[in-house]
Nanobody, 118 residues
Framework: VQLQASGGGLVQAGGSLRLSCVAS????????MGWYRQAPGKQRELVAT???????NYADSVKDRFTISRDNAKNTVYLQMNSLKPEDTAVYYC?????????????WGQGTLVTVSS
């Protein structure tokens, strides 16, 4: 599956952005969809994931500020980011993680840059 992320940009601290990740095919059977981020000079880290059943998991640093959701009918995953902080500045990547008894694969989008100014 190909993933196309969008929605990044420049925002002031305290502001909001919504990222979108559109998949090239149905995501209803994909076990986990997620968002990761990589800040300059740092390793890529998990931001949030959401299971096919709708259960969400968040990094401690974004809990109560970010919300992940998925719209299977639109093959899209969203990341609503509120109360943004300068330390949220990073390239945000969409991820799809599928596994079954027979196979497993992961796919990554191209990334969208989020810059939060102080």
């Amino acid at each position: 599956v190909q993933l196309q992320a969008s929605g990044g940009g420049l925002v002031q601290a305290g502001g909001s952005l919504r990222l979108s990740c559109v998949a090239s095919r149905s995501i209803s059977s994909i076990n986990y969809m997620g968002w990761y981020r990589q800040a300059p000079g740092k390793q890529r880290e998990l931001v949030a994931t959401i299971s096919s059943g709708g259960s969400a998991n968040y990094a401690d640093s974004v809990k109560d500020r970010f919300t992940i959701s998925r719209d299977n009918a639109k093959n899209t995953v969203y990341l609503q980011m509120n109360s943004l902080k300068p330390e949220d500045t990073a390239v945000y990547y969409c991820n799809a993680d599928y596994f079954s008894l027979d196979t497993a694969w992961a796919s990554w989008g191209q990334g969208t840059l989020v810059t939060v100014s102080s």
